[in-house]
């Protein structure tokens, strides 16, 4: 029971991590400066920022092992896109990295937590 409770919380607080995530992308983009460049690169970026929090609580609702794995394959894809992204800002100079370097430390952390999950499930007979 004491596993389940752990396996239970850190699943609702990487939920809530994600959305935190989303929202913190959200405002990023909405404090960019109005251009052409800009207004792509975080149309892109509020897609797949956002995308990993919603996709990361559907791979629990997964009906399979294989579906919850296919599920994370996406976090995962959405979440590095995510770091490209945000890196595409900086080497266009469009905003200082300090400004970024804790969404993206952030965005790494989920990155490695995601990839880590999948890598156990595959184990898991």
Not at 12 to 39: H, V
Not at 54 to 70: G, L, T, V
Request: proline share 1%.
């Amino acid at each position: 029971m004491i596993l389940f409770m752990k396996r239970f919380m850190s699943e609702r607080d990487l939920i809530k991590r994600t959305k935190q995530f989303a929202l913190r992308i959200i405002r990023l983009c909405e404090s960019l400066p109005k251009g052409r460049t800009s207004n792509t690169i975080a149309q892109q970026l509020v897609k797949c920022g956002t995308s990993v929090g919603a996709n990361y609580r559907a791979a629990h609702r997964a009906r399979s092992k294989a579906d919850f794995i296919a599920k994370m394959g996406i976090v995962e894809e959405e979440c590095d896109e995510s770091i490209y992204w945000m890196e595409l800002l900086i080497e266009a100079s469009i905003i200082e990295e300090a400004k970024l370097k804790d969404l993206i430390d952030e965005a790494n952390q989920i990155l490695s937590i995601v990839v880590s999950s999948i890598k156990t499930a595959r184990l898991r007979k």
